[in-house]
C-alpha cells in the first residue's frame, strides 16, 4: 500500500514524466530504427520487461529526491543521471548494443592512437550530436536551473530511500529488467567487475594440478618422423570473414581469386574459428596455443605471466623470430611488452620515410601502408638478417589493409565496387585487395632460393560480420561470421593438398600443427591439436563483449552461453547455417539433453583458464 501511494503521487511530477518520455522514445527509437534490436515482438513476457524498464526507470529519481538532503547536489544527481540515459541511448542506436563498461575499460588504453579514435567518432553522426542538445539543452535549462527537478512534495526519508534503493537493484539484477538503458548498464557493471561466476565441477577438477595444462608430449600424425627445420611465415590477414573465400559477387567476380588457386595447393579447414574477436586475443590463441580470457587481454593484463609459447620453442631449435606489421604504433596494445617477453628477437613497423611524397599520398591509407609494402619491407629485411649469418627464420606478419576502415581505400584500388555503396560492398574491395597483395608475397618468396623450404600460414587474426544478421560490428553477438576464418597451411613438395570438411578446428590448433609437420615433440602447456592428426577436438569462443557470450563447438552442433542473461543456444550449424533455430526452444531428444549436459560441464574450462592465466600457473620456468 506504502509502495502503491507513493508511485502514485510520483506519476504526476516533473521527474517522472522526464523519465518516462526518455524511456518510451529510447524503446521507440530503438524498435522502429535501422537495428531493430529492442522489443521484437509484443507479446506478453515482452510487455513485463517493458513495465519492468519504465519502473526502474523511474526509481533512479526517486530514490535521489528521497535521499540526498542538499538540493544542489540533488540536481546535479539527476542532471547527471538523465544526460547520461541520453548519451546511452544514442551510442544504443549506433552501436546496436547497450553501452559497454567492459568494452570501454578494455580498450581504454587505446584512446591515444588517433586511428581508434576515429573509428569510434567515426560512427556518430552529425546530427547525433544535434539530437544530444536537442535533449539535455531543455533538460538543464527547466530541470537544473528553473529547478524543476526538485519536487517540494517530497520530504527526506532516508527509509524510504533505501527500501526503494533495495527494490532497484533487486529488479536490475532480477533478469527482467531488458529494456533500461541505465539499469541495464548497471548490472552490466556490476557483473564485468565482480564476475558472480562460480566455478563448477570441471572447472575445479582442471585446477587441482598447479599447472594443469603442462605435458610433455603433443599427439602427432607421424611420430616416427625426422625433426626438420623449414622457415615458418604466419599471415593473420586483419579481420578475414571465411565467407567471401571461394564465393563470387552478385556479376560474378571472385572475392579471392589468388587464394582460392593456393588452397589447391595446400593444407585447407573449410571450418576455422578464431577463438576471439580482436587481432592480439587472435595472435595469443595462435602463437601460445591458448584460448583467451573471458575478459581484458592477455597482452595488457597478463604480460608477466610465464608461458611457453610457440616462438620461444623455436627460438630453442635455433629460429630468429621476427614480427613486423604495416600499423606504425608498435606499442598497441600492448605488444612489444608481450613479444619481447615471449622470445621475438625482430619486433619492427614499415618505416615509410623512404617513400616519395606522391607514393605516401598513394598507398598509404586507412590504419597505414597496404600490405603489398608489407611484404616488400620484410623479405628486405629478411635479406638483410640472412646476410648477417641468420639461417632459420619464423616470420609472423600483420597487415591492415583489411582493419575496418573499408572506405579509406583509393578510389583506383576499389576493384569490385568503384562506387562502393554500403558496408559490405566497401569491405568486399578491401579482402579483394589484400588477395591481389597475396601476389606480392608469394612473388618475392619465390626469388629467394634460401627461403625456399617454407612453410606458410593464411589465416586470419579474427572475422568481421558484413550484415549476415543485420550486424556490423564485431563486439555485437555469437554467429559464426564473427568467428568463422580461413586457414591454408602451405609447404611446396612437402603437404599433400587436401580440404578437411568435416570436423572444425580453430586458431589455437595452428602452433600444435606447426611442430607436427617439424616433428618437433616437446613439452608444452598447448590447448591445441594438431590438424594433421584429424582428431575431432572441441572449439572454445570468446565474445568478451555484449553481457559475454562463450560458445563451445563440438562440431556440427554449437552451444552459446550468454552470461549475462543466463540463456542457452543450441544450433545445428550444418543443416542450420544462419543459425536461426534453437534446437533448445523445441522438447529434447535424450541425446540433445545429455549433450546440453556436456556442453554445462565444459563451460568451467572458460573460467578455469581465465584463473590459470591470472594466477601465472600456465608455464613453469
Not at 107 to 124: A, D, G, H, Q
Not at 441 to 463: P, Q, W
Not at 519 to 526: E, I, K, P, R, V
Not at 539 to 546: G, I, N
Request: hydrophobic share 40%; aromatic share 18%; net charge positive.
Amino acid at each position: 500500500m506504502i509502495l502503491k501511494n507513493h508511485i502514485t503521487n510520483y506519476l504526476f511530477s516533473f521527474n517522472a514524466k522526464l523519465s518516462l518520455f526518455l524511456y518510451l522514445f529510447t524503446i521507440i527509437t530503438l524498435h522502429f530504427g535501422r537495428h531493430g534490436i529492442q522489443v521484437q515482438t509484443l507479446d506478453l513476457v515482452n510487455l513485463v520487461y517493458l513495465i519492468i524498464g519504465a519502473f526502474t526507470c523511474l526509481l533512479v529519481p526517486m530514490i535521489l529526491e528521497y535521499t540526498v538532503k542538499s538540493e544542489r547536489i540533488r540536481r546535479f544527481s539527476l542532471l547527471i543521471f538523465y544526460t547520461t540515459y541520453v548519451f546511452f541511448s544514442i551510442c544504443h542506436y549506433r552501436f546496436g548494443s547497450f553501452f559497454d563498461l567492459g568494452l570501454a575499460l578494455e580498450n581504454s588504453n587505446l584512446i591515444f592512437y588517433k586511428e581508434s579514435l576515429e573509428i569510434v567518432f567515426s560512427r556518430f553522426k552529425t546530427k547525433d550530436i544535434i539530437l544530444f542538445f536537442i535533449f539535455t539543452g531543455p533538460i538543464f535549462f527547466h530541470g537544473f536551473l528553473k529547478k524543476k527537478f526538485i519536487n517540494p512534495s517530497f520530504t527526506i526519508n532516508r527509509k524510504k530511500g533505501f527500501f526503494y534503493l533495495c527494490l532497484y537493484f533487486l529488479l536490475i539484477f532480477s533478469g527482467y529488467n531488458r529494456y533500461d538503458e541505465v539499469g541495464v548498464f548497471t548490472s552490466d557493471s556490476f557483473r564485468f567487475i565482480f564476475k558472480p561466476i562460480k566455478l563448477n565441477d570441471y572447472a575445479k577438477s582442471i585446477l587441482k594440478k598447479d599447472f594443469p595444462f603442462v605435458k610433455q608430449k603433443l599427439t602427432f600424425a607421424n611420430t616416427n618422423q625426422k625433426e626438420k627445420h623449414p622457415h615458418i611465415f604466419l599471415i593473420p590477414i586483419e579481420s578475414f570473414n571465411s565467407n567471401f573465400i571461394e564465393t563470387k559477387t552478385r556479376d560474378g567476380k571472385f572475392y579471392t581469386p589468388f587464394l582460392n588457386k593456393l588452397i589447391k595447393k595446400g593444407l585447407y579447414v573449410e571450418n576455422f574459428y578464431g577463438n576471439s574477436i580482436q587481432t592480439v586475443k587472435g595472435f595469443f590463441g595462435i602463437l601460445c596455443s591458448m584460448v583467451p580470457k573471458t575478459t581484458g587481454k592477455v597482452f595488457v593484463k597478463n604480460d608477466k605471466t610465464n608461458f611457453y609459447c610457440l616462438p620461444e620453442i623455436l627460438k630453442s631449435r635455433g629460429y630468429t623470430n621476427f614480427y613486423n606489421q604495416s600499423f606504425s604504433s608498435i606499442s598497441y596494445d600492448n605488444k612489444v611488452a608481450f613479444y619481447e617477453k615471449n622470445n621475438f628477437d625482430k619486433i619492427n613497423s614499415i618505416d615509410t620515410s623512404h617513400l616519395s611524397k606522391k607514393e605516401r599520398s598513394e598507398k598509404v591509407w586507412g590504419w597505414g601502408p597496404q600490405d603489398d609494402l608489407l611484404y616488400e619491407d620484410t623479405f628486405k629485411k629478411l635479406d638483410k638478417m640472412h646476410n648477417d649469418g641468420k639461417k632459420k627464420f619464423f616470420v609472423s606478419l600483420l597487415g591492415v589493409s583489411s582493419h575496418m576502415m573499408f572506405n579509406y581505400i583509393p578510389t583506383n584500388q576499389k576493384i569490385l565496387f568503384p562506387n562502393d555503396k554500403n558496408h559490405k560492398e566497401a569491405y568486399s574491395n578491401a579482402i579483394r585487395l589484400v588477395d591481389k597483395y597475396l601476389e606480392t608475397f608469394f612473388a618475392e618468396l619465390e626469388k629467394r632460393e634460401y627461403l625456399k623450404n617454407s612453410i606458410v600460414i593464411i589465416t586470419g587474426d579474427h572475422s568481421f560480420p558484413v550484415g549476415e544478421h543485420g550486424l556490423y560490428h564485431n563486439e555485437r553477438s555469437f554467429y559464426n561470421e564473427f568467428f568463422k576464418t580461413p586457414l591454408l597451411v602451405l609447404w611446396k613438395g612437402k603437404i599433400i593438398p587436401r580440404r578437411i570438411k568435416n570436423k572444425s578446428y580453430s586458431q589455437i590448433d595452428i602452433a600444435p600443427t606447426i611442430l607436427d609437420l617439424m616433428g618437433l615433440n616437446t613439452s608444452n602447456h598447448f590447448q591445441g591439436t594438431s590438424i594433421l592428426t584429424g582428431d575431432k577436438v572441441l572449439q572454445y569462443l570468446v565474445q568478451p563483449y555484449s553481457g559475454k557470450y562463450l560458445s563451445i563447438i563440438d562440431y556440427p552442433l554449437k552451444y552459446v552461453f550468454h552470461e549475462k542473461s543466463r540463456r542457452e543456444y543450441l544450433f545445428d550449424i550444418v543443416r542450420d547455417k544462419m543459425e536461426s533455430t534453437n534446437l533448445l526452444s523445441s522438447e529434447l531428444s535424450e541425446r540433445v539433453k545429455n549433450k546440453i549436459n556436456f556442453f554445462r560441464e565444459r563451460l568451467g574450462f572458460f573460467y578455469a583458464n581465465d584463473y590459470i592465466i591470472d594466477n601465472n600457473r600456465v608455464w613453469k620456468d
